[in-house]
Every structure is written in C-alpha cells, then in structure tokens.
C-alpha cells in the first residue's frame, strides 16, 4: 500500500519521477511472493490506493453537483481502473514460478504497461495516471520517440522489477548481476535513444503562432453574463496580439458558451464578429464553442480563415469547424441506453455527442480537444493527414488547482515527442503554451489568470513512433511477456 502511494507521487504536484522505480520495485517484489491468487486482489488494492489518490481531483469537477455522493466520483473509477494492477501482479507472480531474473523483469514489467495500455483505450478508456506521462520530464524522455508512452512505463517498470526481484534475495549474485545489467541496459537504450533523436536537430521554427487563455474561472463563466464577459475578453486579448502578426490563434475549449451555428439573429452577428476578428488579425482563428444537434451539442472548434473565401452552411460563417470526437464518458455524455438518465444524479451529466469529423486537420494543423490529448493512439491516428502542428484546446478551470491540470500539460509534451510535431496549447486557466518535438516548452503560462502566449513553431521531424503507434508498441510487449514466460529458462 505505502508503494503504490509512493508510485503515485511521481505525478503532480509532488512530481518526484525518481521515485517510480523504487515504488515498483516494492510493488512487484511483494506481489511476487504471494500466489497468483493472492498477488492478484495484493494488486487489486495497490491499485484501488494508487487511483484513488490519483482521481482526487475528480471532486473538484462535481463535488458541488453531487454534495455527499462526491466521493464516489474518485472511487468508482479506482474500483475498474484497480483491475489493471490485479492482472500485473497475478503475472508477476506466475513469472517469479516460470522465469530466471532478466525474463522476470521482463514479463512483470510488459504486463504492467500492457495492462495500462488496455485500461487506457476505447471510448471508456481511462488515459489518466499514466506512467509514462508522469516520467516524460525525466532522463527516459527520449525513448517516447521510438516506443511512445507504454515504452516509458515499461522501461520504468522494468527498472523497478529487476531491483525488486534482487532485494528479495540480495545475497543471490545471479539476480545482483541481472538488476545490474538491466538498469545498464536501460541507460544505454536512453543514451542511444538521446543520441540518434532526430528532435535535437530540428529545422528553426518560422510560423508564429499564439494562444488566448482568458482567465475566467468556471464560477463566473457559468453565470448568466459569462458569456458576455468571455466575448469581450478573448476578442480584447485577441485584437491586442495584431502587432505581433500570428498566423494562427488558438482559443480554449468551450469558452464561448453559445452555439455559434443557432439560427438566432444576435449569435449569426456573433459568429459574424469573430470572422471579422479574424480578418483584423490576417490569423486564422480557432474559436471554441457548441455545435447543435438533434439531441444534445457537440464541443466544437469553429475555424476562421481570413484567407479562405470558402464559408460553411450552417449560418456560423466559419470556413471549417473541428468536433470533439472522443468524449468523457459520464461526464459529458452517457455510453449508454437513455434510461440510465433515470439514475440517480444522472441528470447531471452532459447531453454531449461525439461528433465526426471528415477532415479533422486544416491548414497543417490537427485538433485535439481536452480529453482527446490524453490517448495516445488518437493523437497518432491523425498523424495519417501529416500535419505539422498539434492543436490541444482544453478547460482545465473544471480542476482548479489540483494536480488534473499539470498531468494534463505533461501529456501535451508526450505527444509532442511521440508524434514529432509542434503542439500549441491553450488552457482556460492555463495551462497554456508552446511545445517543441523535444518536449520542451519554449513558451508557458502559469495556471490561473488571464495570459497569451507568441511563438514560433516549424516543421515536424521524422520519429520511429509517428510510423509504429501504439499498436506495434502493444504487440512488441505482448510477444516479449509471451517469450519471458514460456521460453526455457533457469530459474534464478
């Protein structure tokens, strides 16, 4: 239990990535001493006090909406997301019956990162508390490159299994050698990987792009003159960016509360005053707001480009629109039948619906819409359109100041090193900024109030993961734990 707190203070806001290892060095050494049976509910509990910890920030989202239910915000999703560790330990349990020291590490270590990749996929995928997210700001960062996310987690885990497995029997010099040789291992895979990053020698950014982050807390934006207040302040602080001529400018998500394709007189002038925003800046400006439909909306990016004659028919005045896709299931929608809107509290989730979106990149750009940033194989789907730059625009003011927002910026540094692309951030709150292939941020606002950010961004670089995916990753992980575990080897 006191590991699997320990695992979760490589997040935000403590951040201590150096811990990791160590936490799953005690994790999967303990887990390794039991039987399968046993090992796997030690996991399941592991798991329930990592998430648990993990997802405290979900009250932060609803608390208010849900008053004494709140807490069942956090613990459900650790109650599913806990089966995770339950498959990673009865695993390593079996490895430590079947395996010598080395194919040990490796099969505990695959079938932790397999077992995240599965719970982090799908419509009711939980992309959150990833292992490889919270280690992008550490010296494995360069291997995002060639194995992506679930590479990281497996490399972090495989340091913490080989030094598990030697603690349990220190004095056993098979094991001493094994863990050494893995963590020598694992640096020289990094130094190489650092070596041949074709990040490091990417061409000069040229485009100069920018960013709008408002400021305005979700208390006021929901009040019935929020919308009048983000109408004045983002065209204010958009209009102010015309001397430093962007070609692009991102507004958050969702930070104009009004359908701006509604038949109604005074938002068709709404939508015809940001089309004319956008011709003052010469920018083509991403705006975020509603899209209607039949039987809910959809989280739309509405884009304006001066240089487009081209207008869309749905009266917005918009040249193209982008719909978010993959949506927070029972928070902005139900994946389900509409009877479970009879369900307690089940009136307070969003009408949402995911939207489709044919061309989903314009103009070299590809959006991301909040949620959407957190899964890595989305974000590499629409890579296929080759664009060179990564659009995140998110509302992180739902989370406050809790550890939500952080994470969520450190997967926009993932994706920018897994995809080789410049991403433009922008946040409600913040955070908001500019990431290079690298990972690195060359421009960043700090959380809470109204700020832009200017920048530069160029071309994207050629990176072994762009071309794999996470798919190749999973399969290469699936056939390594099926070697460790049914291959011949000496026990150790």
């Not at 009711?124 to 990833?130: A, F």
């Not at 990094?190 to 000069?204: E, G, K, N, V």
């Not at 004659?309 to 009266?315: H, N, Q």
Request: proline fraction near 7%.
């Amino acid at each position: 239990m006191l590991c699997a707190f320990a695992l979760h203070l490589a997040f935000p806001q403590t951040a201590w990535w150096w811990i990791a290892p160590f936490a799953f060095a005690g994790l999967i050494g303990s887990w390794a001493v039991l039987s399968p049976r046993r090992a796997a509910l030690a996991g399941y509990a592991s798991g329930l006090v990592f998430f648990t910890f993990g997802f405290s920030w979900f009250g932060e989202t609803a608390g208010a909406l849900l008053g004494p239910a709140a807490p069942v915000l956090d613990l459900g999703p650790a109650l599913a997301e806990a089966l995770a560790f339950a498959f990673a330990a009865a695993v390593t349990s079996i490895a430590a019956r079947r395996c010598g020291a080395f194919a040990f590490a490796i099969a505990s270590a695959a079938a932790f990162a397999l077992a995240e990749a599965a719970r982090s996929s799908g419509v009711l995928g939980v992309p959150l508390e990833q292992i490889g997210v919270a280690m992008i700001d550490s010296p494995l960062r360069p291997l995002a490159a060639y194995a992506g996310v679930y590479g990281i987690t497996f490399a972090t885990a495989l340091l913490g299994a080989s030094l598990g497995w030697w603690l349990l029997d220190a004095r056993d010099a098979r094991r001493a050698r094994a863990a050494a040789a893995t963590w020598i291992a694992v640096a020289a895979c990094t130094a190489l990987a650092w070596t041949f990053w074709p990040a490091r020698h990417a061409a000069p950014p040229s485009r100069r792009v920018a960013a709008v982050q408002g400021g305005i807390a979700q208390t006021l934006k929901m009040t019935p003159g929020g919308l009048q207040v983000a109408i004045e302040r983002y065209t204010a602080m958009t209009r102010a960016l015309v001397p430093q001529h962007p070609t692009l400018i991102l507004w958050p998500e969702t930070v104009i509360l009004a359908p701006l394709d509604y038949p109604r007189a005074d938002i068709r002038a709404l939508a015809q005053r940001f089309a004319a925003l956008a011709r003052e800046t010469g920018a083509t400006l991403y705006a975020g707001s509603l899209a209607q439909t039949t039987d809910g909306a959809e989280n739309t990016l509405y884009i304006f480009d001066p240089r487009n004659p081209r207008v869309l028919d749905d009266g917005s005045g918009a040249t193209a629109r982008y719909g978010k896709e993959q949506l927070v299931p029972f928070a902005e929608y139900i994946p389900g039948p509409e009877w479970l809107r009879r369900l307690p509290f089940a009136d307070q989730i969003g009408v949402y619906r995911p939207a489709h979106n044919a061309f989903p990149t314009y103009g070299g750009a590809t959006p991301l819409i909040c949620w959407e940033s957190l899964f890595g194989d989305i974000a590499h789907a629409r890579l296929r359109d080759d664009p060179s730059l990564l659009l995140v625009a998110t509302d992180d003011a739902w989370f406050g100041r809790t550890e939500f927002p952080y994470e969520h910026a450190m997967a926009a540094s993932l994706r920018a090193v897994e995809s080789g692309r410049w991403v433009l951030r922008a946040g409600a709150t913040g955070i908001s900024g500019i990431v290079a292939p690298d990972g690195s941020w060359t421009r960043r606002t700090a959380l809470g109030g109204a700020a832009t950010v200017v920048g530069e961004v160029g071309p994207p670089v050629d990176v072994p993961y762009a071309q794999l995916g996470p798919g190749a990753i999973a399969l290469a992980l699936a056939g390594a734990l099926a070697i460790a575990l049914f291959g011949r080897r000496p026990r150790a």
